[in-house]
């Protein structure tokens, strides 16, 4: 590819075009005065091609001009580009102009957004959708499209890189720059190629699948696992309920008598066996029946007990008195109470004894 920068267009706020031409297997030196905006030159150039972020001063540069442009060479295509110039808040302009024939206007217009002009660059620039980031790192992520700006890093080198002892490239200060270096060096420098990429892209995608499918197969190998288990527990209880031989030569011969015995089982389908079953069904809630009743007798009976012991408790104090103290009371009146509840209290223990002989009624005697 052959990329040729023919010169820098500046149109300046006073309607005056500023025009710095550069000249073909040229060694081109910029001079002048301290201040004057030499140093300037690679920002202006980096940021007629989409910077995001500029170091162009305001003072004596920005603050004088409207628009930046590049007059340029691709594959022997002349073309022009312009971009605004930097807002009072130092934001960059996305406004652009674009000559697909190289043709500087006397005031540029935008007649194209930066995405459309982005693809024409790209297209020249042999960068599609399929040229991508090989790998990952903390800025960059594997598989996305590779900026054809990164490839500037080899066509310039600012006094800084050129003073510094152990840079050789610009922008290594960034980390999203330095990590691309790493990443389209081979490229740029014709090692490895855009098919080579195309190609291992394609080849890291079937890698990916492979582990996929392993992982898959490994899922699938455990489910079988599972199931096979289950069904030989199947097979088992088959068996000790009688329902298959249990002479037989392999699994899948107990599967097939198994199936056989699904596929023809009718026993839901007959008048005889329904009434078997409502019969059983009658049973079983009858049972149920007669122990809801047997839990509530016990119940009952349980409290019969506790009351029995209450009341055998509370005639203790009459056989006392009467054992004890029966002839030293005189007085009538305490003997005819004595009597009186010695009577209840025999009256009290016959009725007990009845109750607990004949299990039927267990309700406190009055």
Known sequence: ????????????????????????????????????????????????????????????????????GLKFEINDKQYVIARGALSDNRKVSSLYYFSPIGDIPNEPTPNITENELKAVIEEEFSIDSNVTIPYSGKK???????????????????GDTIDHSEVFFDKQNDEKYKEALHRIFDLAIGIDTVNNIIIKDKIDTLEKDIVRLERRKNAILKENSVFDSDLRSIVKQAKEYDLISLETNSLNEDIVNLQHVVENVQFMNTSENMKELQRL?????????????????KKDYNGFKKIQSETFESLKPVDHLKENY?????????????????????????????????????????
């Open 281 to 297: 069904q009658n049973k079983k809630n009858e049972i149920k029946h007669k122990i809801r009743s047997y839990n509530k007798f």
């Open 326 to 366: 029966g002839q030293l009371i005189q007085h009538p009146i305490l003997t005819e109470l004595l009597d009186s509840l010695e009577t209840e209290m025999n009256k009290i223990k016959k009725a007990i004894v009845k109750v607990s002989s004949s299990g039927v009624k267990m309700s406190r005697p009055s």
């Open 1 to 68: 590819m052959r990329f040729v920068i023919n010169e820098i267009n500046l149109w300046l706020k006073n309607k005056k075009i500023r025009s710095i031409p550069f000249f073909e297997n040229k060694v081109n030196v910029i001079t002048g005065e301290s201040g004057t905006g030499k140093s300037v030159i690679i920002d202006i150039v980096d940021y007629c091609f989409f910077a995001s972020k500029t170091k162009i001063p305001d003072e004596k540069i920005n603050e004088n001009i409207n628009w930046y």
């Open 140 to 158: 960059l992520k594997a598989g996305s499209k590779i900026s054809l700006r990164y490839f500037f890093l080899f066509n310039t080198q600012s």
